[in-house]
């Protein structure tokens, strides 16, 4: 069981590092494109709109996939007044209905995004912006974060089941 958990947790590890690459890329071409809107629009009195409009498209990418990035690297918002007061098979045991509750959320979240996506692709609805997208691309980015976040629940989970299993074994010697 432990050996097949770390070649999940690689495996979510080369994810995470896809993740985070993504997301600093469309960030820095997010600001180049704002920079270079400015620069345009002030220097040679001239505007594109779809400098303007591409990083606010964008945004849903960098957001969404990278829930699961914050939750494995346990850098999301959180009050941990309870997991700093518990020790032990305690935390673990309350550890593991936190990251439960996560992943039935994440899948609930996960199929709505999937029906959304379905929805707008079979809708043929188009953003009415400068650069024309599908509204289903741009909804592509919920069910993708979602799913990233259900592998990373799924660890989190795993892991906490490891802990509570060495925990029992320790108490029982």
């Not at 690459?21 to 920079?35: G, K, P, Q, T």
């Not at 990035?69 to 997991?83: E, G, T």
């Not at 980015?141 to 074994?169: C, D, H, R, T």
């Amino acid at each position: 069981m432990e050996t097949a958990f770390k070649y999940y947790q690689k495996g979510t590890e080369y994810l995470l590092k896809i993740v985070l690459a993504l997301a600093m890329i469309l960030l820095a071409l997010d600001i180049l494109s704002i920079f270079s809107e400015v620069i345009s629009r002030y220097i040679f009195k001239s505007s594109m709109a779809e400098m303007e409009e591409l990083p606010r498209l964008l945004i849903p990418f960098m957001v969404f996939p990278m829930m699961g990035v914050l939750l494995k690297l346990k850098s999301h918002v959180s009050v941990d007044v309870l997991p700093d007061m518990l020790k032990g098979k305690n935390r673990s045991i309350l550890m593991i209905g936190v990251y439960a509750i996560v992943l039935a959320i994440s899948v609930l979240f996960f199929i709505a995004g999937i029906i959304s996506v379905k929805y707008f692709y079979d809708l043929g609805f188009e953003t009415v912006t400068e650069v024309v997208f599908k509204f289903w691309v741009i909804y592509l980015a919920f069910p993708l974060g979602f799913g990233i976040m259900i592998l990373i629940a799924i660890e989190m989970l795993w892991q906490e089941l490891i802990v509570l299993s060495m925990a029992i074994k320790e108490e029982k010697q």
